[in-house]
């Protein structure tokens, strides 16, 4: 599906530019449940990315960064939802 690989790809670009990079895992197998109550088998890719900004000191502008990705994602593709999750990894140097 075109639409969806330019999503991916414009989602590795601006990673690379915002954060130095993104790692994309593309071929997983996944299920949601349709607005209908069906459950919907999926195929799907993981892309993340590292950021260097601390999720408690930045919460409102990585917020408002997360549902702008969700947005634009949403706008790109014909999907029920898009889920954009953020989360605190502990990294030791």
Known sequence: MQP???LLEALDREF???FGGATIIRGLDGSYL??????IRDRINLIYTDT?????????AIARY????RDA?????EEEA???VVIAVYHAE
């Open 82 to 84: 898009v889920l954009v």
């Open 52 to 60: 260097p900004f601390g999720l408690r000191a930045h919460h409102e």
């Open 73 to 77: 994602a949403a706008a790109a593709l």
């Open 34 to 39: 349709s607005r209908l109550g069906t459950q």
């Open 4 to 6: 969806y690989q330019d």
């Open 16 to 18: 690379a530019h915002t």
């Open 66 to 69: 997360a549902n702008h990705l």
